[in-house]
């Protein structure tokens, strides 16, 4: 079955630091790979996607990279703020299919 | 805002009672989806209808049911609750059932539902 595995949080930075939180998954055939942001009170937005091996999404400062070969698709961020500070969920969508199958979430807190 | 709206924001009941969340997708969405995030079990896809068909299963309890009306809003419908049931329950919503090139799922803000 499908799966996906994130580094355990909480993950604590100064503001301007680099961030990586890892994600792998397990997954049948050439899914589609997601990160999902929660801010404190809210649902889920989705911060960047990519849909094939070797393509790198990216968005606000974001990005990660699609790779096939070590089944992985870690997040970056050269410069966090403080306003970064959320809870970032991997997930994956298997061709075919429309449900999202998530990993069990990192807690990026940013301190001035 | 993601143009998904849930309905209540809070819930609290008790256990053995019956309860009915809502979700307006966004304007021209007809997929709709729902999702139970908790503590232990992390967010987990319950089920998915499209445009009024259920279209796909998830880890979804037989005491749990969902629907979707012809307005294309949804219901899923909570019964016999336990203690264990206390979750966030999301709606999300998307223009096509997907496959490739995949559609974006919008969420909605949730409904916390506690039992007691």
């Known amino acids: 079955g499908n799966s996906v595995t994130q580094m355990e949080g909480p993950v604590t930075l100064s503001e301007e630091a680099f961030l990586t939180i890892n994600c792998t998954y397990t997954?049948?055939?050439?899914?589609?790979l997601f990160w999902y942001v929660q801010y404190p009170g809210e649902g889920l937005q989705l911060l960047l996607k990519?849909?094939?091996?070797?393509d790198k999404g990216s968005n606000k400062g974001f990005e990660a990279t699609y790779r096939k070969e070590t089944t992985s698709f870690h997040l970056e961020k050269g410069s966090v703020q403080v306003s970064d500070s959320a809870v970032y969920f991997c997930?994956?969508?298997?061709?075919?299919?429309?449900?999202?199958?998530f990993g069990k979430g990192t807690m990026l807190l940013v301190s001035p | 805002d993601s143009g998904v709206t849930q309905t209540p924001k809070h819930l609290i009941t008790a256990t053995g009672q019956r309860v009915t969340l809502r979700c307006s997708p966004r304007?021209?969405?007809?997929?709709v989806y729902w999702y139970q995030q908790s503590l232990d079990q992390g967010l987990q896809f319950l089920i998915q209808?499209?445009?009024?068909?259920?279209?796909a299963k998830g880890n979804i309890l037989e005491r749990f049911s969902a629907q979707q009306f012809p307005d294309l809003h949804s219901e899923l419908n909570l019964s016999s609750l336990e203690l264990g049931d206390s979750a966030l329950y999301f709606c999300?919503?998307?223009?096509?059932?997907?496959?490739?090139?995949?559609?974006?799922?919008?969420f909605g803000p949730g409904t916390r539902l506690t039992v007691l």
């Open positions: 997930a994956l969508m298997n061709s075919g299919y429309s449900t999202l199958t």
């Open positions: 209808y499209y445009n009024g068909e259920e279209r």
């Open positions: 999300a919503s998307s223009s096509r059932t997907g496959g490739y090139g995949t559609d974006t799922q919008y």
């Open positions: 990519a849909t094939k091996a070797d």
């Open positions: 304007s021209g969405d007809l997929s």
């Open positions: 997954a049948t055939g050439y899914p589609s």
